[in-house]
C-alpha cells in the first residue's frame, strides 16, 4: 500500500495562493490515480480534483476550476496543488488520496490511501 503525507498548508490572505505536495512511499505512484479532498468544520470530505496516472486526464470540482491546478510528477513520487486566488470558503483541511486505478473517482469511498491532512485557512 502506498503511504501519503501532505504538505504546503498554512494561513494565507484572500486572493494569495499556496501549493500543496503529496508525497508517497511505499509503491511508485504512476500506477496510482491521486485525488485532493478538504473538510471544513462541520461539513462532509468533499472532492477538490482529480488526475490520473500519465497527468494527462484531470477534474475539478466546480468552484475552484480555474483557479487550482492538479499536478504530478512520477519520477519524484509527488503529487501537487496549485491554489490560487484563494477564497475564505476554501479553508478547510486538504487530503491527498490515491487508488491503484485507470479512471478517476470522484468519491472518498472509493479511496484506498489517504494521507494525514494539511490545514489551509484563508483570511478575508
Known amino acids: 500500500q502506498v503511504q501519503l503525507v501532505e504538505s504546503g498548508g498554512g494561513l494565507v490572505q484572500a486572493g494569495g495562493s499556496l501549493r500543496l505536495s503529496c508525497a508517497a512511499s511505499?509503491?511508485?505512484?504512476?500506477?496510482?490515480?491521486m485525488g485532493w479532498f478538504r473538510q471544513a468544520p462541520g461539513k462532509e470530505r468533499e472532492f477538490v480534483a482529480g488526475?490520473?496516472?500519465?497527468?494527462?486526464?484531470?477534474v475539478y470540482e466546480d468552484s475552484v476550476k480555474g483557479r487550482f491546478t492538479i499536478s504530478r510528477d512520477n519520477a519524484k513520487n509527488t503529487g501537487y496543488l496549485q491554489m490560487n486566488s484563494l477564497r475564505p470558503e476554501d479553508t478547510a483541511v486538504y487530503y491527498c488520496?490515491?487508488?491503484?486505478?485507470?479512471?478517476?473517482?470522484?468519491?472518498?469511498?472509493?479511496?484506498?490511501?489517504w494521507g494525514q491532512g494539511t490545514q489551509v485557512t484563508v483570511s478575508s
Open positions: 488520496a490515491a487508488r491503484l486505478t485507470y479512471y478517476i473517482p470522484k468519491g472518498s469511498h472509493e479511496y484506498d490511501a
Open positions: 511505499g509503491r511508485t505512484l504512476n500506477t496510482y490515480v
Open positions: 488526475i490520473g496516472r500519465t497527468g494527462i486526464s484531470t
